[in-house]
């Protein structure tokens, strides 16, 4: 997996709820161990923290994040993220802010709703 690629599936497993609910079965079933996943899943909790006040790629991006940190909350993908770290043993995150090299003008799949309009 690509850089880029690894980034995309983060960003889907932070805001992207059949992808994260689809890594929880792999997870169940043995077909995905815990040294394969923490990281993707250390990523997909950082997107969630406060956005970066500077070094992000682009202001785009930056509010295309926001705009998926807000919509995910219906979905309680935090809780979920960290009840799965929880699950297969991982430490508590100590950090507060998503990391400025995460921050990228993403796309994610569609998801049963036209595609939100970033200006």
């Not at 250390?42 to 969630?48: G, N, V, W």
């Not at 970066?52 to 807000?70: F, K, T």
């Given at each position: 997996m690509t850089a880029r690629e690894e980034l995309q599936y983060c960003y889907e497993l932070a805001f992207y709820p059949p992808r994260l609910h689809e890594l929880w079965g792999q997870i169940k079933r043995g077909e995905?161990?815990?040294?394969?996943?923490?990281?993707?899943?250390?990523?997909?909790?950082?997107?969630?923290?406060?956005?970066?006040?500077?070094?992000?790629?682009?202001?785009?991006?930056?509010?295309?994040?926001?705009?998926?940190?807000?919509?995910?909350?219906?979905?309680?993908?935090?809780?979920?993220?960290?009840?799965?770290r929880r699950y297969i043993g991982c430490d508590e995150l100590n950090i507060n802010e998503v990391p400025a090299n995460l921050v990228r003008d993403i796309g994610l799949p569609a998801f049963s709703r036209p595609p939100m309009e970033i200006e």
């Open positions: 995905k161990g815990v040294a394969e996943v923490a990281p993707l899943l250390d990523k997909a909790l950082m997107l969630h923290q406060a956005l970066p006040e500077y070094g992000y790629a682009s202001q785009r991006a930056l509010q295309r994040l926001a705009i998926y940190q807000a919509r995910s909350r219906a979905f309680k993908m935090v809780t979920f993220i960290k009840n799965i």
